[in-house]
């Protein structure tokens, strides 16, 4: 195994108003099939799947959100995390943990998407972020 | 929100089996911090947690295995969809769907980390993916 991730998914109740929420958070969807969403994220894509498509298209019965499997957006500021933490409110989601001093020095909070399932939005400068978005542990 | 995810995060019940399952796939653990597992993965950063740590960051509840956010790999052969799944066996996963034809017309199967997390592995020729692991939507 290569060090990549090439599609994350999350199997969604409600494609429509999933699609709608990360259009309104600002992302482009592309249309090449019906039944899905698809958002280029720089080099990976980011899927919406109905449910009960991904379910018996793995074999699985997936558990309830929020999802032990999360994602985090990582900003260029601290005034940025607050802001997106507002476009998602916006846009449908749920704040789920108000910007805030973290643990580890940074600034952040968490967003609940529409189908519940969390996202962290913090700004790291530990983590350098490139032109390109690309994040890098330090060395 | 600019279209990136940063980090991938598993909220994992235990932390040592997990890194040890990811070590095994291939990937290389940064120790920068204890309790806590990083992997640079391309452009993004691939984490795993300890839930009882993430659970309380965020204030929320995750919910059981497998989880509606799920991963995929996606190889640069229809021959390595096999090897990829047999590596995740030999490492302490589990195949959930063998390497077979998908109805979207590439060759795919599925496997659960050692906390039941699905990855799908899948050659798809219609996204390409570049040297450095790239992978993008058609135009």
């Known amino acids: 195994m290569e060090p990549r991730i090439s599609i994350v998914t999350v199997a969604v109740r409600d494609l429509d108003r999933a699609a709608a929420f990360y259009e ?4 482009r969807r592309h249309r090449i099939r019906d039944g899905v969403a698809f ?4 080099g990976i894509i ?6 009960e498509s991904a379910e018996p298209d793995a074999g699985v019965t ?3 959100a929020p999802s ?4 985090a957006y990582n900003t260029r ?3 940025e995390v607050g802001a997106v933490l507002a476009q998602a409110e ?3 989601g749920r704040i789920v943990k108000p910007a805030g001093r973290a643990f580890w020095g940074g600034w952040y909070g968490y967003f609940a998407d529409t189908e519940g399932h969390v996202w962290e939005v913090a700004h790291n400068p530990d983590f350098p972020i490139d032109a390109n978005g690309n994040i890098a542990l330090p060395a």
Do not use: D, N
């Open 46 to 51: 980011f899927a919406l799947f109905p449910r």
């Open 77 to 79: 500021s601290e005034a």
């Open 62 to 64: 997936f558990g309830a």
């Open 68 to 71: 032990a499997v999360y994602l």
């Open 90 to 92: 916006k846009a449908g």
């Open 39 to 42: 958002f280029q994220m720089g």
């Open 24 to 27: 309104a958070m600002g992302l």
